[in-house]
Protein backbone atom coordinates (compact mmCIF):
# COMPACT_ATOMS: atom_id res chain seq x y z
CA UNK A 1 0.00 0.00 0.00
CA UNK A 2 1.48 3.19 -1.06
CA UNK A 3 2.76 5.71 2.04
CA UNK A 4 -0.52 7.69 1.93
CA UNK A 5 -2.64 5.63 2.51
CA UNK A 6 -0.89 3.32 4.38
CA UNK A 7 -0.64 6.54 7.02
CA UNK A 8 -4.58 6.76 6.98
CA UNK A 9 -4.97 3.12 7.92
CA UNK A 10 -2.27 3.60 10.18
CA UNK A 11 -4.72 6.59 11.87
CA UNK A 12 -7.71 5.10 11.64
CA UNK A 13 -6.78 2.11 13.09
CA UNK A 14 -4.95 3.42 15.99
CA UNK A 15 -8.19 6.24 16.95
CA UNK A 16 -10.21 2.60 16.64
CA UNK A 17 -8.11 0.77 19.28
CA UNK A 18 -7.53 3.98 21.11
CA UNK A 19 -11.32 4.85 21.28
CA UNK A 20 -13.31 1.95 20.94
CA UNK A 21 -10.66 -0.87 22.22
CA UNK A 22 -11.03 -4.54 22.09
CA UNK A 23 -15.25 -4.71 23.17
CA UNK A 24 -16.82 -2.33 20.26
CA UNK A 25 -20.31 -3.43 21.79
CA UNK A 26 -19.63 -1.19 24.79
CA UNK A 27 -19.55 1.83 22.06
CA UNK A 28 -22.15 0.65 19.76
CA UNK A 29 -24.34 0.48 22.96
CA UNK A 30 -23.06 4.18 23.49
CA UNK A 31 -23.57 5.07 20.79
CA UNK A 32 -27.17 3.81 20.17
CA UNK A 33 -28.00 5.11 23.68
CA UNK A 34 -26.93 8.65 22.82
CA UNK A 35 -29.17 8.62 19.45
CA UNK A 36 -32.51 7.09 22.12
CA UNK A 37 -31.43 10.12 24.57
CA UNK A 38 -32.05 12.46 21.84
CA UNK A 39 -34.93 10.97 20.37
CA UNK A 40 -36.44 11.25 23.99
CA UNK A 41 -35.21 14.69 24.54
CA UNK A 42 -36.77 16.02 21.64
CA UNK A 43 -39.96 14.60 22.44
CA UNK A 44 -39.56 16.49 25.88
CA UNK A 45 -39.53 12.92 27.57
CA UNK A 46 -36.88 12.04 30.40
CA UNK A 47 -33.78 11.53 29.19
CA UNK A 48 -30.97 11.94 31.73
CA UNK A 49 -30.93 8.07 32.84
CA UNK A 50 -30.30 6.31 30.16
CA UNK A 51 -26.84 6.49 29.83
CA UNK A 52 -25.76 5.86 33.02
CA UNK A 53 -27.94 2.92 32.89
CA UNK A 54 -26.26 1.65 29.76
CA UNK A 55 -23.02 2.55 30.90
CA UNK A 56 -23.66 0.07 34.31
CA UNK A 57 -25.44 -2.60 32.37
CA UNK A 58 -22.77 -2.61 29.78
CA UNK A 59 -20.02 -2.54 31.83
CA UNK A 60 -21.47 -5.70 33.72
CA UNK A 61 -21.70 -7.85 30.04
CA UNK A 62 -18.39 -6.39 28.65
CA UNK A 63 -16.82 -7.93 32.00
CA UNK A 64 -18.53 -11.20 32.37
CA UNK A 65 -17.48 -11.63 28.33
CA UNK A 66 -13.41 -10.87 29.06
CA UNK A 67 -13.69 -13.19 32.46
CA UNK A 68 -15.12 -16.13 29.96
CA UNK A 69 -12.28 -15.25 27.46
CA UNK A 70 -9.45 -15.66 30.50
CA UNK A 71 -10.79 -18.62 31.41
CA UNK B 1 -21.61 48.13 36.36
CA UNK B 2 -20.77 44.99 37.77
CA UNK B 3 -18.08 45.94 40.30
CA UNK B 4 -14.52 44.66 39.60
CA UNK B 5 -14.49 42.42 43.09
CA UNK B 6 -17.68 40.71 41.92
CA UNK B 7 -16.65 40.27 38.51
CA UNK B 8 -13.14 39.15 39.96
CA UNK B 9 -14.65 36.78 42.40
CA UNK B 10 -17.26 35.39 40.02
CA UNK B 11 -15.31 34.36 37.27
CA UNK B 12 -12.54 33.24 39.57
CA UNK B 13 -15.00 31.02 41.30
CA UNK B 14 -16.85 29.43 38.12
CA UNK B 15 -13.35 29.12 36.34
CA UNK B 16 -12.04 27.27 39.31
CA UNK B 17 -15.23 25.01 38.92
CA UNK B 18 -14.07 24.02 35.02
CA UNK B 19 -10.54 24.42 36.10
CA UNK B 20 -10.90 21.59 38.53
CA UNK B 21 -12.27 18.89 35.82
CA UNK B 22 -9.40 20.37 33.63
CA UNK B 23 -6.89 19.50 36.37
CA UNK B 24 -8.05 16.41 37.24
CA UNK B 25 -7.98 14.96 33.78
CA UNK B 26 -4.35 16.08 33.37
CA UNK B 27 -3.30 15.32 37.22
CA UNK B 28 -4.78 11.75 36.14
CA UNK B 29 -3.36 11.19 33.09
CA UNK B 30 -0.25 12.70 33.89
CA UNK B 31 0.02 10.55 37.27
CA UNK B 32 -0.80 6.63 35.24
CA UNK B 33 1.02 7.69 31.73
CA UNK B 34 3.71 9.99 32.98
CA UNK B 35 4.09 13.93 33.28
CA UNK B 36 6.15 15.03 30.18
CA UNK B 37 3.67 14.11 27.46
CA UNK B 38 1.00 14.62 29.39
CA UNK B 39 2.24 18.25 30.34
CA UNK B 40 3.28 19.08 26.28
CA UNK B 41 -0.67 17.83 25.79
CA UNK B 42 -1.53 20.60 28.09
CA UNK B 43 0.24 23.37 26.87
CA UNK B 44 -0.57 22.42 23.15
CA UNK B 45 -3.96 23.16 24.67
CA UNK B 46 -3.24 26.02 26.29
CA UNK B 47 -1.64 27.24 22.78
CA UNK B 48 -5.33 26.33 21.08
CA UNK B 49 -6.91 28.21 23.38
CA UNK B 50 -4.55 31.53 23.45
CA UNK B 51 -4.92 30.98 19.50
CA UNK B 52 -8.49 30.14 19.23
CA UNK B 53 -8.93 33.38 21.93
CA UNK B 54 -6.93 35.39 19.85
CA UNK B 55 -8.49 34.79 17.01
CA UNK B 56 -12.34 35.20 18.53
CA UNK B 57 -12.30 37.61 20.93
CA UNK B 58 -15.46 38.66 22.53
CA UNK B 59 -17.16 35.97 19.28
CA UNK B 60 -15.80 32.98 21.27
CA UNK B 61 -18.80 33.47 23.66
CA UNK B 62 -21.26 32.32 20.26
CA UNK B 63 -18.86 29.17 19.57
CA UNK B 64 -21.55 26.43 20.10
CA UNK B 65 -20.31 24.20 22.47
CA UNK B 66 -22.68 21.70 22.40
CA UNK B 67 -21.77 20.19 19.54
CA UNK B 68 -18.41 19.89 20.73
CA UNK B 69 -19.58 18.73 24.40
CA UNK B 70 -21.55 15.89 22.21
CA UNK B 71 -18.54 14.61 20.40
CA UNK B 72 -15.31 15.23 23.50
CA UNK B 73 -18.03 14.11 25.73
CA UNK B 74 -19.21 11.10 23.82
CA UNK B 75 -15.54 9.63 22.50
CA UNK B 76 -14.17 10.43 26.23
CA UNK B 77 -17.38 8.34 27.79
CA UNK B 78 -16.02 5.07 25.03
CA UNK B 79 -12.79 5.74 26.02
CA UNK B 80 -13.48 6.48 29.96
CA UNK B 81 -15.47 2.64 29.48
CA UNK B 82 -12.03 1.01 28.22
CA UNK B 83 -10.09 1.97 31.59
CA UNK B 84 -13.37 1.64 33.90
CA UNK B 85 -13.16 -1.95 32.72
CA UNK B 86 -9.85 -2.92 32.89
CA UNK B 87 -9.00 -1.07 36.54
CA UNK B 88 -12.20 -2.90 37.70
CA UNK B 89 -10.84 -6.50 36.41
CA UNK B 90 -6.89 -5.46 37.43
CA UNK B 91 -7.98 -4.23 40.94
CA UNK B 92 -10.06 -6.86 41.19
CA UNK B 93 -6.93 -9.83 39.92
CA UNK B 94 -4.66 -7.79 42.36
CA UNK B 95 -6.73 -6.16 44.99
CA UNK B 96 -4.67 -2.87 46.52
CA UNK B 97 -1.09 -4.01 46.45
CA UNK B 98 1.53 -2.10 45.51
CA UNK B 99 0.36 1.20 47.33
CA UNK B 100 3.88 3.22 48.07
CA UNK B 101 5.60 1.41 45.58
CA UNK B 102 5.72 0.09 41.98
CA UNK B 103 3.83 -2.49 40.77
CA UNK B 104 5.94 -5.43 39.91
CA UNK B 105 3.83 -6.44 36.83
CA UNK B 106 3.94 -3.51 34.90
CA UNK B 107 5.55 0.09 34.61
CA UNK B 108 3.70 2.72 35.98
CA UNK B 109 4.74 5.46 33.04
CA UNK B 110 4.83 5.37 29.58
CA UNK B 111 8.40 3.98 28.87
CA UNK B 112 8.63 4.06 25.14
CA UNK B 113 10.56 6.32 22.82
CA UNK B 114 9.38 9.78 22.22
CA UNK B 115 5.61 10.99 22.51
CA UNK B 116 3.15 8.94 24.34
CA UNK B 117 0.42 10.35 21.88
CA UNK B 118 -2.29 9.16 24.43
CA UNK B 119 -1.24 11.05 27.52
CA UNK B 120 -0.93 13.96 25.02
CA UNK B 121 -4.06 13.42 23.53
CA UNK B 122 -5.82 13.14 26.62
CA UNK B 123 -4.42 15.95 28.08
CA UNK B 124 -4.89 18.25 25.21
CA UNK B 125 -8.98 17.51 24.92
CA UNK B 126 -9.22 18.28 28.63
CA UNK B 127 -7.46 20.89 28.33
CA UNK B 128 -8.96 22.79 25.65
CA UNK B 129 -12.61 21.63 26.12
CA UNK B 130 -12.75 23.03 29.61
CA UNK B 131 -10.50 26.30 28.65
CA UNK B 132 -12.94 27.04 26.20
CA UNK B 133 -15.33 27.03 28.87
CA UNK B 134 -13.42 29.28 31.44
CA UNK B 135 -12.93 31.53 27.82
CA UNK B 136 -16.67 31.59 27.23
CA UNK B 137 -17.40 32.17 30.93
CA UNK B 138 -14.33 35.47 31.10
CA UNK B 139 -15.17 36.42 27.76
CA UNK B 140 -19.12 36.23 28.35
CA UNK B 141 -19.08 37.54 31.75
CA UNK B 142 -16.17 40.39 31.49
CA UNK B 143 -18.29 41.72 28.24
CA UNK B 144 -21.39 42.16 30.23
CA UNK B 145 -19.80 43.69 32.79
CA UNK B 146 -17.79 45.59 30.65
CA UNK B 147 -14.79 44.42 33.45
CA UNK B 148 -13.01 42.12 30.40
CA UNK B 149 -9.70 42.77 32.70
CA UNK B 150 -11.10 41.81 35.85
CA UNK B 151 -12.48 38.29 34.28
CA UNK B 152 -9.16 37.65 32.59
CA UNK B 153 -7.54 38.00 35.39
CA UNK B 154 -9.99 35.41 37.70
CA UNK B 155 -9.95 32.78 34.80
CA UNK B 156 -6.52 32.96 34.53
CA UNK B 157 -6.01 33.27 38.43
CA UNK B 158 -8.42 30.18 38.96
CA UNK B 159 -6.65 28.18 36.42
CA UNK B 160 -2.99 28.61 38.38
CA UNK B 161 -4.34 28.16 41.80
CA UNK B 162 -6.10 25.10 40.82
CA UNK B 163 -3.27 23.59 38.84
CA UNK B 164 -0.73 24.37 41.21
CA UNK B 165 -2.84 22.52 43.97
CA UNK B 166 -3.19 19.42 41.27
CA UNK B 167 0.41 19.59 40.81
CA UNK B 168 1.36 19.64 44.57
CA UNK B 169 -0.50 16.42 44.99
CA UNK B 170 0.46 14.64 42.29
CA UNK B 171 3.03 12.90 44.28
CA UNK B 172 0.53 11.21 46.28
CA UNK B 173 -1.54 10.50 43.20
CA UNK B 174 1.84 8.81 42.18
CA UNK B 175 1.65 6.61 44.88
CA UNK B 176 -1.24 5.15 43.80
CA UNK B 177 -1.07 1.53 42.02
CA UNK B 178 -1.69 2.07 38.51
CA UNK B 179 -4.82 -0.51 38.25
CA UNK B 180 -6.68 1.57 40.71
CA UNK B 181 -5.78 4.28 39.23
CA UNK B 182 -7.09 3.62 35.97
CA UNK B 183 -10.10 2.61 37.55
CA UNK B 184 -10.22 5.68 39.12
CA UNK B 185 -9.34 7.83 36.23
CA UNK B 186 -11.88 5.43 34.28
CA UNK B 187 -14.49 6.56 36.54
CA UNK B 188 -13.69 9.71 36.53
CA UNK B 189 -14.00 10.36 32.17
CA UNK B 190 -16.79 8.12 31.93
CA UNK B 191 -18.62 10.28 34.48
CA UNK B 192 -17.11 13.67 32.66
CA UNK B 193 -18.16 11.97 29.28
CA UNK B 194 -21.69 11.10 30.21
CA UNK B 195 -22.12 14.70 31.37
CA UNK B 196 -20.74 16.29 28.63
CA UNK B 197 -22.02 14.07 25.84
CA UNK B 198 -26.19 14.37 27.60
CA UNK B 199 -25.63 18.69 28.25
CA UNK B 200 -24.40 18.64 24.08
CA UNK B 201 -27.81 16.88 23.10
CA UNK B 202 -29.30 19.35 25.12
CA UNK B 203 -30.30 17.18 27.76
CA UNK B 204 -31.08 18.88 31.23
CA UNK B 205 -29.21 17.53 34.94
CA UNK B 206 -30.74 17.35 37.66
CA UNK B 207 -29.37 20.03 39.64
CA UNK B 208 -27.17 20.67 36.40
CA UNK B 209 -23.51 20.68 37.44
CA UNK B 210 -24.21 19.11 40.84
CA UNK B 211 -25.29 16.16 39.38
CA UNK B 212 -21.70 15.57 38.63
CA UNK B 213 -21.18 14.13 42.21
CA UNK B 214 -24.19 11.94 41.57
CA UNK B 215 -22.73 10.06 39.06
CA UNK B 216 -19.24 9.55 40.61
CA UNK B 217 -21.37 8.13 43.01
CA UNK B 218 -22.90 5.73 40.77
CA UNK B 219 -20.33 4.89 38.73
CA UNK B 220 -17.81 4.07 42.21
CA UNK B 221 -20.67 2.03 43.64
CA UNK B 222 -20.71 0.14 40.22
CA UNK B 223 -16.91 -0.70 40.53
CA UNK B 224 -17.27 -1.55 43.82
CA UNK B 225 -20.01 -4.13 43.16
CA UNK B 226 -18.44 -5.30 39.86
CA UNK B 227 -14.99 -5.62 42.10
CA UNK B 228 -16.70 -7.23 44.44
CA UNK B 229 -18.13 -9.88 41.83
CA UNK B 230 -14.96 -10.32 39.71
CA UNK B 231 -13.34 -11.60 42.90
CA UNK B 232 -16.06 -13.91 44.05
CA UNK B 233 -16.17 -15.34 40.28
CA UNK B 234 -12.42 -15.92 40.38
CA UNK B 235 -12.95 -18.07 43.37
CA UNK B 236 -15.14 -19.86 42.20
CA UNK B 237 -17.87 -18.83 44.63
CA UNK B 238 -21.82 -17.92 44.32
CA UNK B 239 -21.61 -14.14 44.37
CA UNK B 240 -24.14 -13.02 47.13
CA UNK B 241 -27.44 -12.20 46.25
Do not use: C
Amino acid sequence: MPPPFSWIVAVVRFLYDFIVGDDWTVAAAVGIGLILTAVLNVNHILAWWLIPVIVVLMLGVSLRRASNRLR
Amino acid sequence: MTGLWAVLITTFLASAVEAIEMVTIVVGVGATRGWRSTLIGAASGFGVLAVVVAILGAALSVVPIGPLRLVIGALLLVFGLQWFRKGIMRVAARGLAGIGGQDPHETAEWTGPGMDWTAWFLSFKGVVLEGLEVAIIVVSFGAGANQLGAAVIGGVGAIIVVGGIGLALHQTVRRIPRSLLQLIVGVLLTTFGTFWALEGLGVAWPGADASIPGLLVLYGATALFYISLERNRALGLRPAA
